[in-house]
């Protein structure tokens, strides 16, 4: 399933940088439900810290037994809803994979 999402991301470098890969664990309540990845680049804006419109790809983990799982997440609480993995950035010169550990949502 593909969604977009917003996110507020604050780039601290003087220059700007893609975002050119996210794989992610999506849990809610501690429990792996999917996989979230990245489907297009996003160019992040040299020391700004700004909403952008993410468009990624969810791969959820037997649909079936989580049917009951993605009823909440879309209409409970998103506190319980959570992300983590990794995220590459990278400008000319400049190129980096970071760990992101329990994106919580609001």
Known sequence: MRLSIVATINNPNYFDVKL??????????????GNVTQVEHIKLEGR???????????????VVTNIFSMVRMFQGDPKNLNLSGTMHVKSFLYSKTFKVDRLSFQ
């Open 48 to 62: 700004k810290e700004k909403d952008y419109t993410i468009q990624v790809s969810i791969e959820l983990k037997d």
């Open 20 to 33: 050119t890969d996210a794989n992610m664990e999506l849990r809610l309540q501690e429990r792996i439900i």
